[in-house]
């Protein structure tokens, strides 16, 4: 209300950004979602689904927290463009809408066992080559996931794994375009280049000072120093905030929030169970699934093996080759309440009645069961304290930030008063630009509240502008240093310089445009070469992958017509290095299937599928957007 009223009185526009992070997860998905929120504001819209800006901002907090830990110290949330990130972001939550949707129409859907034997096997869960319960809540709580949100989403993973792969495996490859791919992709050439380079033409050039002057006087504008400031600020942060004498955690606080932790701990638990599956629908009842297990748990009282029972009768293809096993289960990650009552019912050595669950019916056996103790009190009792202190910390930045951004507006002229009034030390950064600046002045938004009219020329603070991580800046420039000329003799040497490369570089292009058209009307190459004190390099029957040979000289060569009825063809390359050169081939031999090595062979057929796999999972999501309404509100 206060920089509201602020703005009003200076004429100023107030921007209002809000910060967030892209939203991809390389782990875990793209984040969690409720279908069913109402009351939120919307920033899409897909066939009738909203996605709200809460859905947006959760699933960017938890992919800056996983990048914070993949990055570690290198992350830096200030070097990111906040509104590329947006859009980015949205556009991520669409598509996966999208996607979502469409494994909806398909009826595609994940088993309860595949989806636990994924997490039981994946190695973020694991310690020393087995799942650990531990792990696995501690990771889901990092990415602030609940055990439930981080199973439906995994799900949904799956599914968009096997709705891919279904693709996949639609795509097929026919032995003749096998044979045409050999013999492009395995085809040889035998060709050369000249290179003209402009360190090959410095010598020829002469660059007098009337010159230097003469570029100096007439670009006048390209020798002036940058508009600049020196800056002093004020940072909030809730870490800051976590020794506040107004924040208390007390011995009962931590023990109440252990009792809490260890009530909904995932997996302290573990039970290693098996299964025999029925399914149910058109081509067997639910009496007759029944009836079958019934008379299967009678064998196994009778003696009968189960493993070879649910190798024989189980219609679960993910654990019936391994007798029904299921491995080492956890409180809490099996998504089948049904499932999970049973198992965690029994007995060790029991074996179930008939158990109804959405895949169909159940024999389950408890093999075993192994307790994982929880950490102690006294080994969690410290983070459990930082945490509820960064809890309060957080509330309590909220409050000190309405403070902060009244005082930047009551006393505009000075950050003394915020600094004695919030206990807040003023600190300084000079040299700051509009492209650049040090330390958190790295941050894009700072510096333009840096530039901006009342910062800049009337002399305010800035109103308080906040950051990602519970932080925010009140800003003032100290002094500001406008463009001015750099004198002639700092700079001489450097256009000098700059001369003689220009000039090297002309000669150089005069040169390869004279010996281009040479070689085309027929001139001998060596004579060309000669003319010009430089020499072809050559490579006869060269493959597409020849690491010898420049990539856009390879490049120019294999996209040249093959000469026909001429004995060369001929053609240009721009090098790496500056440097631009005159191409030709002389010969090209096809690549044969026959002759190539079974690896290869292999090698090419992978590539080829995958890459049509690829084309028809893009054209597949291509025709869900432009079939789909999608409304973009943001």
Same mark, same amino acid.
């Given at each position: 209300?206060?920089?509201?009223? $602020? ?26 979602? =409720? ?11 897909? /066939? ?13 907090? +938890?992919?800056?927290? $996983? ?73 889901? &709580? ?12 995994? $799900? ?5 794994? &096997? #709705? ?19 013999? #492009?992709? /395995?085809? $040889? ?31 006048? #504008?390209?020798?002036?120093?940058? @508009? ?28 109440? *929030?252990?009792? *809490? ?24 009842? @639910? @009496? ?33 080759? &391994? ?32 158990? +109804? ?42 409050? +000190? ?35 650049? !600046?040090?330390?958190?002045?790295? /941050? ?77 009307? !027929? ?17 006869? #029957?060269?493959?597409?992958? =020849? ?9 120019? *060569? ?6 026909? %009825? ?7 390359? &721009? ?34 599928? %995958? ?24």
């Amino acid at each position: 209300m206060l920089q509201k009223l $602020r703005d009003q009185t200076q004429g100023i526009g107030f921007k209002i950004l809000v910060g967030v992070l892209i939203f991809v997860l390389a782990i875990f998905g793209f984040g969690a979602f =409720n279908l069913f929120v109402t009351g939120e504001p919307e920033v899409a819209s897909v /066939n009738g689904h909203d996605i709200t800006q809460a859905e947006l901002i959760k699933a960017a907090e +938890r992919e800056q927290r $996983r990048l914070a830990i993949e990055l570690g110290e290198q992350f830096d949330a200030s070097q990111i463009d906040l509104g590329d990130l947006q859009a980015s972001a949205l556009e991520q939550l669409i598509g996966r809408t999208l996607l979502a949707q469409a494994l909806e129409d398909l009826g595609m859907e994940v088993s309860d066992e595949r989806v636990n034997a994924s997490i039981r096997d994946n190695p973020a869960f694991q310690a020393d080559g087995r799942y650990d319960a531990n792990a696995y809540r501690r990771m889901v &709580q990092v990415m602030r996931f609940t055990p439930q949100d981080f199973l439906r989403e995994h $799900r949904m993973e799956l599914a968009l794994t &096997q #709705l891919q792969e279904g693709i996949a495996d639609s795509a097929f490859l026919t032995e003749w375009e096998m044979a045409q791919a050999a013999r #492009l992709l /395995n085809q $040889r050439r035998d060709l050369a280049y000249l290179e003209f380079s402009p360190d090959d033409f410095i010598g020829e050039v002469d660059v007098g000072d009337e010159q230097v002057r003469l570029r100096y006087d007439e670009n006048a #504008l390209d020798y002036r120093t940058v @508009e600049s400031a020196d800056v002093s600020f004020v940072e909030l942060s809730a870490v800051g905030l976590l020794d506040d004498s107004s924040i208390e955690v007390t011995p009962e606080d931590v023990e109440s *929030a252990y009792a *809490a932790e260890v009530a909904t701990a995932v997996g302290s638990d573990q039970r290693s169970s098996r299964h025999i599956l029925l399914e149910v629908g058109d081509d067997r009842t @639910e @009496e007759a699934a029944i009836t079958t297990l019934t008379e299967l748990k009678q064998r196994l009282r009778d003696g009968a093996d189960f493993a070879e029972l649910a190798r024989e009768y189980s219609e679960d293809l993910g654990s019936a080759s &391994q007798g029904g096993s299921l491995g080492l289960l956890a409180n809490g990650v099996i998504d089948d309440p049904q499932f999970e009552e049973a198992l965690w019912s029994l007995e060790q050595g029991e074996v179930s009645d008939p158990v +109804r669950t959405q895949a169909g019916y159940h024999l389950i056996e408890l093999v075993s069961i192994e307790i994982s103790e929880f950490p102690a009190l006294e080994v969690m009792g410290p983070d459990i304290e930082q945490r509820l202190r960064m809890e309060q910390a957080e509330l309590l930045f909220a409050e +000190r930030l309405r403070e902060l951004d009244g005082l930047a507006f009551e006393e505009p002229e000075s950050l003394e008063g915020i600094s004695e009034a919030l206990g807040l030390a003023v600190q300084t950064v000079d040299g700051v630009t509009r492209a650049e !600046g040090a330390g958190v002045f790295g /941050n894009a938004e700072l510096r333009d509240a840096t530039f901006s009219s009342d910062v800049l020329v009337r002399g305010y603070n800035s109103p308080a502008i906040e950051l990602s991580d519970y932080r925010a800046v009140v800003l003032r420039v100290d002094e500001r240093y406008d463009p001015a000329p750099i004198p002639f003799e700092a700079v001489a040497a450097d256009i000098r310089a700059a001369l003689v490369v220009e000039r090297a570089r002309a000669l150089a292009e005069a040169g390869h445009a004279s010996a281009l058209e040479r070689v085309r009307t !027929g001139e001998s190459v060596s004579d060309v070469a000669r003319d010009f004190g430089l020499q072809w390099e050559t490579f006869p #029957l060269s493959r597409r992958t =020849n690491a010898e040979v420049p990539a856009t000289v390879l490049m120019a *060569a294999f996209e040249m017509q093959r000469p026909m %009825d001429v004995d060369k063809s001929v053609g240009q390359a &721009q090098l790496p290095d500056g440097g631009i050169a005159v191409v030709t081939v002389t010969h090209v031999e096809e690549g044969d299937i026959l002759i190539m090595p079974d690896r290869e062979i292999a090698d090419m057929r992978s590539y080829l599928k %995958d890459r049509i796999a690829n084309l028809d999972f893009v054209a597949f999501y291509d025709t869900l957007e432009q079939d789909a309404s999608i409304d973009r509100s943001l």
